[in-house]
């Protein structure tokens, strides 16, 4: 974690975020795991290098800026999201160069990532949309173009795209905000409290064996709460002429969109160590690459001797699940229930009990096919309240399918045999 002189980000993110974490995973996990910090003057380029080399750790965690340059630099495609160290002198120092911030072309090319999960925290840290999320003005969107095209950042597909890669890079997508760790408190005017528990819960069930995919459920679910405090208030606004103030207003938004830019790089599916649960779940042959097994006794991570899989192998598979998701992005459904909550999640699993009504349900086909099923409520009549969140939430994940073709087509180039 980088503290930079002059610099109130990072020394906050210290402060707030890096620090506090690692209490907690020692606090918790002294038994299992060994957890090493490098604050400040230690978190160097050259640290990094060496975390990221020849005996990488099962998990890790990094705080820093994320390097970000204007649409059209030559450096964007290669650097953008590269992680700012501490080699760094603060913001009055001058120009950034590459000896302060570690890239995807820095990694070693026999460095081994096996077995590691990468969470970092940094501006473009996982990539980098065409447009910014944050600029708006007034009643109609700017689109304000920040790269040519949406792409992800190298470093996170350098980290996966090797032999002895990377099992997942979880990053954020367009800038990242203090607001992800720290909430003003309303009982102090200008007062700010920590609030890690997303993060909290997202560590644990990594180092717990849980899948990155449900690890990542808290950060889901802080976005659909945000999202769902934002319409609230947008509707009193408009809908009800209740006085809203603009402060709070904007920073709900830029909280919500914030939340909402968190993105994992690589197979959801993956746990630390290696494993994926279709592999926990049935016999077969090993994995394809090195990986770490956490059933040594004094919980340090041991390298398998599976024999690494060839460039060729790996990128065929990762053709292959990228072909498999352009199919599930093909249809896109979506359904909104009212009432209790628990019923709407069992429904959600396909439970049989979990039938809530009434309910909305679209399905979209690539084609323009669509399916509708609207609202209606004990008279008959349609419910507009609940068709107006459905069409919401169907303009919210059709958003998404387009980002994620996007982000399908960036990755090609990089996995292409």
């Known amino acids: 974690m980088s503290r930079n002189a002059g610099d109130r980000a990072t020394r906050a993110s210290a402060r ?13 996990q002294a038994e ?8 400040g003057e230690h978190a160097t380029k050259a640290r990094l290098a060496a975390l990221l080399g020849s005996d990488a750790p099962s998990l890790l965690v990094t705080a820093s800026h994320g390097i970000g340059f204007p649409a059209g630099d030559p450096r964007q495609r290669s650097d953008q999201g590269a992680l700012v160290c501490q080699d760094w002198a603060g913001p009055r120092s001058g120009s950034l160069t590459t000896d302060h911030y570690f890239a995807g072309d820095d990694i070693a ?20 949309p065409r447009h910014d999320d944050f600029s708006r003005k007034g009643d109609v969107p700017a689109l304000v173009d920040i790269a040519p095209h949406a792409f992800v950042a190298r470093l996170p597909q350098r980290m996966l795209g090797r032999a002895r890669g990377a099992l997942a890079c979880i990053g954020h997508v367009d800038r990242a905000w203090a607001s992800s760790f720290l909430q003003a408190d309303p009982r102090q005017h200008g007062a700010v409290t920590t609030q890690l528990a997303v993060f909290e819960s ?27 405090d934002l319409a609230t208030r947008i509707e009193d606004a408009t809908k009800y002429d209740v ?16 939340a909402r830019d968190y993105a994992v790089i690589g197979d959801p599916a993956v746990r630390i160590g290696g494993r994926s649960a279709e592999a926990e779940d049935r016999a077969g042959p090993k994995a394809a690459v090195e990986t770490a097994d956490l059933g040594a006794e004094d919980g340090t991570p041991r390298r ?8 060729a192998e790996l990128a065929g598979s990762t053709l292959e699940a990228l072909r498999r998701a352009v199919g599930e992005a093909l249809s896109l459904e979506v359904t909104t229930y009212a009432g209790d909550v628990s019923t709407a999640q069992a429904a959600a699993a396909g439970a049989a009990s979990g039938h809530p009504r009434p309910a909305a349900y679209t399905c979209c086909k690539i084609d323009g096919g669509t399916v509708l099923s609207v609202p209606v409520d004990d008279r008959g009549a349609v419910d507009v309240e609940l068709w107006r969140i459905h ?13 994620t073709l996007r982000l399908i087509l960036s990755l090609l180039p990089a996995v292409a045999p």
């Not at 997202?202 to 769902?228: K, N, P, T, W």
């Open 16 to 28: 707030h975020l890096v620090a506090p974490l690692a209490d907690y995973l020692e606090r918790g």
């Open 32 to 39: 299992r795991w060994q957890v090493s910090r490098f604050l």
């Open 109 to 128: 090319a026999d460095a081994n990532l096996g077995g590691l999960v990468a969470f970092h925290f940094a501006c473009f840290g996982a990539g980098t």
């Open 202 to 228: 997202a560590l644990q069930r990594l180092i717990d064996g849980r899948c990155v995919g449900h690890a990542m459920d808290h950060f889901d679910l802080r976005y659909a709460e945000l999202a769902s």
């Open 243 to 258: 006085a809203v103030d603009d402060r709070e207003l904007a920073q709900l938004w830029i909280f919500a969109n914030d």
């Open 304 to 311: 398998s001797d599976a024999p690494p899989a060839s460039l």
């Open 391 to 403: 069409e919401a939430a169907v303009a919210q994940a059709r958003q998404q399918r387009a980002d």
